[in-house]
């Protein structure tokens, strides 16, 4: 069974520029999760899509932004790059029950470099 | 707003020894608490579950406690192993089970 992929492995914008990455969960989960994880300040939850459905976010500004296809792969959107969006940048996937307490399974993650 | 406190940044241990980790929490208690183990470079990978109900949960050679009144969990890993040599991360769930929180981990080193 695969996992989850996550493209690209790596990215690198400049500062205003606008970034997109791209999430496939593992076949039959509907769920998907993306975190940030910066150096020294752990993950960091984004937001959450089930069905299509936006269902949370964390506290990010709006210009994190992101959806979910009807194959249930995501995309996350993070526009007018900032220095501190340095990042990896998690995506997870889960079989979708409505809660945050299903198992998740991670992708490798795709570093964004801001200069 | 919570907060999560994992005891150190980096912990080095004994091949053979117990090594235990320690999670601390602030405010209300979550309902779920989760541990995950997450290699350099690599996506967290999940390990155990534990519920606010539960004092205990063990799985082959780990070992996770939960108490609610000390605000705190503890992950054991008996028998420890270079394997097991990577950063380990604890993570909330509240009741509404639409937010999850994660700890900044501690990196676990074994030595032969």
């Known amino acids: 069974e695969a996992g989850v992929t996550q493209s690209p492995t790596h990215l690198i914008k400049t500062r205003g520029q606008q970034a997109t990455l791209r999430c496939s969960p593992i076949?039959?989960?509907?769920?998907v999760y993306w975190y940030q994880q910066a150096l020294g300040l752990g993950l960091q939850f984004l937001l959450w899509y089930d069905e299509g459905e936006e269902r949370n976010r964390g506290n990010f500004p709006p210009r994190f932004s992101g959806r979910q296809f009807p194959n249930y792969s995501s995309e996350l959107n993070v526009n007018a790059l900032e220095l501190e969006d340095s990042a990896l940048y998690l995506c997870a996937s889960s079989k979708g029950s409505g809660s945050m307490t299903d198992t998740q399974y991670f992708g490798p993650g795709t570093r964004l470099t801001v200069l | 707003s919570q907060k999560i406190e994992q005891n150190s940044e980096a912990l080095n241990i004994q091949e053979g020894k117990t090594a235990t980790l320690t999670c601390n929490y602030t405010n209300y208690s979550p309902a779920y608490l989760q541990w995950y183990r997450q290699d350099p470079g690599r996506g967290p990978v999940f390990l155990l579950l534990i519920r606010e109900n539960e004092k205990e949960k063990r799985k082959e050679r780990l070992k996770v406690t939960f108490d609610t009144t000390l605000k705190q969990s503890l992950f054991h890993i008996t028998a420890s192993q270079p394997a097991d040599s990577a950063t380990y991360l604890c993570a909330l769930t509240y009741s509404s089970a639409s937010k999850i929180i994660f700890g900044s981990g501690t990196r676990l080193s074994i030595r032969p």
């Open positions: 076949s039959g989960h509907t769920s």
